[in-house]
Every structure is written in C-alpha cells, then in structure tokens.
C-alpha cells in the first residue's frame, strides 16, 4: 500500500468508529440513486491531487477529500442547525490528531501519515426536499516517492 490509500483506509475507520451503523459510500461526483434513498448514509470521494517535486526522488501531494453526511431534514427551518451539528461531529470524529496517524487511539498507533492535514471548506445544502447534506472537504498534504529518481546521477 501507499500513503494515499492508508490515509483513506484510516479515515474511513475513524468515520465508522464516529457513526457506527451508518453506511460509507465511495465514488465521485453524484450518489443520488446509489443508496437506495436509505438515510442516513455518509458519502467520502477523493478529488484529483496535486504533486511538486520538492528534491529528487520526494513528492509533496496535496490530496483532497470530500465527505458528506446526507439524512433526512429534521425541520426545514433548521437547515443550517443540523447542517452545523454534523458538520461539527464530522470534524471531531476526524480530527484526532496534528499528523493523522494510522490507527490513532489503538494500543499499537501506526506511523504518520500526513505532514499535515485541515478542514479546507464545508457547505451545506438541501439538493432535494427535506434532504441534508453536509459536507466537510478535507486536505491532506504529505510527501511519497518519486519513482523516476535515479539516485547513480545525483
């Protein structure tokens, strides 16, 4: 595995610690459809990242993540309370630590994954009646190999 896929394996265990019983859906772009109309459901795609060269043969990635927890309105008039309470418990369930470590709050924590990690944006929307949609787009920004370095020309 690499760092890009232990950062979305760790964040899906950390949302499935902080929502239990809810279903985690991944793909892109547009769920509508995909879940059955069951609610409520947490939806997670990864957005394209960006990679610099930061000194032979070391990549800096910058790999966002997008989150949304979808559920039935409770009062249509308190939209944006609801929206806040989950986007809320988003951000505790995943901001755990500074450097998004594997496995953080197990007896044996696995390494950093992230040199840094931060809530960019949130949004809140009603895409269809009395349907909630919070979302959270986090970024995480860490470094991986570059594969072409050849370490005999340096």
Same mark, same amino acid.
């Given at each position: 595995?690499?760092?890009?896929?232990?950062?979305?394996?760790?964040?899906?265990?950390?949302?499935?610690?902080?929502? !239990?019983?809810? !279903?985690l859906i991944?793909?892109?772009?547009?769920?509508?459809?995909?879940?059955?109309?069951?609610?409520?459901?947490?939806?997670?795609?990864?957005?394209?990242?960006?990679?610099?060269?930061?000194?032979?043969?070391?990549? *800096?990635?910058?790999?966002?993540?997008?989150?949304?927890?979808?559920?039935?309105?409770?009062?249509?008039?308190?939209?944006?309370?609801?929206?806040?309470?989950?986007?809320?418990?988003?951000?505790?369930?995943?901001?755990?630590d500074e450097?998004? &470590?594997?496995?953080?709050?197990?007896?044996?924590?696995?390494?950093?994954?992230?040199?840094? $990690?931060?809530?960019?944006?949130?949004?809140?929307? &009603? !895409?269809? !009646?009395?349907?909630?949609?919070?979302?959270?787009?986090?970024?995480?920004?860490?470094?991986?190999?570059?594969?072409? $370095? *050849?370490?005999?020309?340096?």
């Amino acid at each position: 595995m690499n760092k890009r896929e232990d950062i979305i394996i760790e964040l899906k265990r950390r949302l499935s610690l902080g929502f !239990p019983n809810i !279903p985690l859906i991944e793909g892109t772009g547009n769920i509508w459809g995909l879940w059955d109309k069951k609610l409520p459901v947490i939806h997670l795609f990864e957005l394209p990242s960006s990679r610099n060269l930061i000194k032979p043969g070391l990549y *800096e990635i910058d790999l966002q993540v997008q989150i949304e927890f979808v559920n039935k309105l409770n009062k249509q008039d308190a939209c944006n309370t609801e929206g806040r309470a989950k986007i809320a418990a988003m951000q505790q369930t995943i901001e755990l630590d500074e450097r998004f &470590t594997k496995e953080k709050n197990l007896k044996t924590q696995g390494l950093d994954l992230a040199v840094r $990690y931060f809530c960019g944006a949130d949004e809140i929307a &009603t !895409p269809l !009646p009395n349907i909630l949609d919070s979302a959270v787009l986090y970024i995480f920004k860490f470094t991986d190999t570059f594969y072409g $370095y *050849e370490s005999s020309k340096h």
